[in-house]
């Protein structure tokens, strides 16, 4: 399966989207579109997950890279999980600890950033 990553900057945060699988072959799609907006100087932002329908190790260890970079920027970086099977493996993990996870784009957005 394939992953598709979009960005679109909504007021003063930036939301990454992935649509698809996240894993070992697909994931640097995500870690380059992260990467690149903190390089651009997006540092608040809002990773949009709900339309991930599989995510392994490999897409995890992206999240949590990424978490480090923004905060080492001084941004954040947030969550969006619809799934009870994805948020299930984000709390089997202990990442619902490490991360702000929102159940909407919107309440991801209407949240302080």
Same mark, same amino acid.
Not at 15 to 34: I, N, P, Q, Y
Not at 60 to 80: C, M, Q, S
């Given at each position: 399966?394939?992953?598709? /990553?979009?960005?679109?900057? /909504?007021? #003063?945060? =930036? +939301? /990454?989207? %992935?649509?698809?699988? /996240?894993?070992?072959?697909?994931?640097?799609? !995500?870690?380059? %579109?992260?990467?690149? %907006? +903190? &390089?651009?100087?997006?540092?608040?932002? +809002?990773?949009? !997950?709900? #339309?991930? =329908?599989?995510?392994?190790? &490999? #897409?995890?260890? $992206?999240?949590?890279?990424?978490?480090?970079?923004?905060?080492? %920027? #001084?941004? =954040?970086?947030? !969550?969006? $999980?619809?799934?009870?099977? !994805?948020?299930? +493996?984000?709390? $089997? =993990? @202990?990442?619902? @600890?490490?991360?702000? $996870?929102? *159940? &909407?784009?919107?309440?991801?957005?209407?949240? *302080?950033?």
């Amino acid at each position: 399966m394939h992953l598709h /990553v979009s960005t679109e900057d /909504v007021g #003063g945060r =930036t +939301v /990454v989207r %992935a649509v698809g699988e /996240v894993d070992v072959g697909s994931g640097d799609r !995500l870690r380059d %579109a992260l990467a690149r %907006a +903190v &390089t651009d100087g997006r540092t608040d932002l +809002v990773v949009d !997950l709900t #339309g991930i =329908t599989f995510m392994d190790s &490999t #897409g995890l260890g $992206i999240l949590v890279g990424a978490l480090k970079r923004v905060r080492l %920027a #001084g941004g =954040t970086l947030e !969550l969006v $999980i619809a799934s009870e099977r !994805l948020l299930k +493996v984000f709390r $089997i =993990t @202990g990442l619902t @600890g490490l991360f702000t $996870i929102h *159940p &909407t784009r919107a309440d991801a957005l209407d949240a *302080p950033g």
